[in-house]
């Protein structure tokens, strides 16, 4: 490891520099009037170029220093040596009783995509961690970037990874097995945040994954459909969308709808509108599963939809989503409604409820730039998945396992609830189904 990562909102810190979220640090610096780049910089006997590499955005040619925007000081060349001089092994004890050591392992830089998102993700991180404090929960801090192509074993031979609590990471499958055995080893939580290739997760306790494998989603939510619409007459559309992985979906659904003994209709895009209207029925309510999630295939069936009902008003029908028809809500928002669309989903926020425009506005204020555009929102990931497992850190030390009920928590817009896998590690079975209702509220059943 040469470096820590120096986007952040508390401090900028250098090669196994705890970072304590529990009290004011030098790290940063609150601008005042008429203060300069030039002048900030040599306030701290560092170069205008320092500032700038631990400031993202202020390369940027219309970048503006406002008054009251809080910015990343980087460490002196001197004061990073003696930060790292200084003693690294540390007892662990109990947990409860201390500062929370919590090692970050994904790739943080500007590279590309990937590196963009987990930077936003750890930015909601240290957001959370921010919160904390009110709470009395002090945090330790360690980052480490670990990109794709990065070998693992100088991070991991690095004292402060061992003195972790817990490790957040990696975000790719080829460093699972290293980090697991390490995690294993030390005795060290390891929550992996995305859904990747872990199979490590049936062997090794230690092991939190809040993603659930892809083949295990379609299973569980084919399930989940058939159990929730019992009481429907479910329609198949098949859309011709030659790009689509929905038929997986489908044909479970199908499976279990027949295991069930629940009668369905198939019908296609492609068929006159009488043979389409042929497949509902009336004086139950008809369930609508496309076997595409894209937008061109959901307008051809809103579009078929409205001549249905405009023949028969009271007929009923809801529509089963997948959860990329979140990024449509902008723009379909009122056939969401008409239709009483169920998306299922392991996340949702909504942008406009105050909690979610108040950590907007935070945001934009710590970091002067808005979160991507992208489902989930990456920050706010971080900062449920921080408050989560620190609070469950202070409150139960090692042997919290993320169950349900152990404490009163409404995310921002990932909920977690772990259960073990055998004798292995645990896995978040969190679900939801957001329903548009027709009476223009939205609700999310939890199942």
Not at 117 to 122: F, S
Not at 135 to 142: A, Y
Not at 329 to 346: D, G, S
């Amino acid at each position: 490891m040469r470096h820590l990562l120096r986007y952040f909102l508390i401090c900028a810190f250098a090669v196994s520099l705890p970072l304590s979220v529990s009290s004011q640090t030098t790290g940063t610096h609150e601008v005042k009037k008429k203060e300069t780049m030039y002048s900030i910089s040599k306030m701290y006997g560092i170069t205008v170029e320092e500032l700038v590499q631990a400031n993202p955005g202020m390369e940027k040619p219309d970048y503006k220093l406002k008054k009251g925007s809080v910015i990343v000081i980087p460490l002196r060349q001197q004061e990073a040596q003696q930060v790292s001089a200084a003693p690294t092994v540390v007892e662990k004890g109990d947990v409860r009783n201390r500062a929370i050591r919590l090692g970050i392992m994904l790739p943080l830089h500007k590279i590309n995509n990937d590196g963009k998102r987990m930077v936003e993700y750890y930015r909601g991180l240290l957001m959370a961690c921010d919160s904390l404090k009110k709470e009395g929960i002090s945090v330790d801090i360690h980052a480490w970037n670990l990109p794709e192509t990065a070998d693992i074993t100088p991070l991991l031979q690095d004292p402060a990874a061992a003195n972790c609590d817990i490790i957040i990471g990696p975000l790719y499958s080829k460093f699972v097995t290293s980090l697991a055995a390490f995690a294993q080893q030390h005795d060290i939580m390891l929550m992996i945040p995305f859904s990747i290739h872990a199979p490590e997760i049936y062997t090794n306790r230690n092991i939190f994954q809040v993603y659930q494998i892809p083949n295990d989603l379609v299973e569980s939510t084919a399930r989940r459909c058939s159990d929730w619409f019992k009481d429907y007459h479910p329609i198949i559309v098949d859309c011709g969308d030659t790009t689509s992985t929905k038929g997986a979906f489908t044909a479970t659904l199908r499976r279990q709808l027949e295991v069930k003994n629940i009668q369905y209709n198939v019908t296609s895009l492609k068929s006159t509108d009488a043979q389409f209207a042929s497949a509902f029925v009336m004086g139950k309510p008809n369930l609508v599963v496309l076997n595409s999630a894209r937008s061109p295939e959901l307008l051809s069936t809103f579009g078929k939809l409205s001549a249905i009902k405009a023949a028969n008003p009271d007929i009923q029908i809801s529509m089963f989503g997948y959860t990329e028809w979140m990024m449509y809500t902008q723009y379909q928002l009122e056939n969401f409604y008409k239709y009483n669309v169920y998306i299922p989903a392991p996340f949702y926020t909504n942008l406009m409820s105050p909690q979610s425009e108040r950590f907007q506005q935070l945001y934009r204020k710590n970091f002067s730039q808005d979160m991507m555009n992208a489902l989930p929102r990456f920050a706010m990931t971080g900062f449920d998945h921080a408050l989560f497992f620190l609070r469950g850190l202070h409150k139960y030390g090692k042997t919290f396992d993320g169950a349900a009920g152990r404490f009163g928590y409404q995310p921002l817009q990932t909920p977690l609830k772990f259960e073990r896998i055998g004798n292995g590690g645990l896995q978040n079975r969190a679900y939801m189904f957001i329903h548009y209702k027709d009476d223009r509220t939205i609700e999310t059943v939890n199942y």
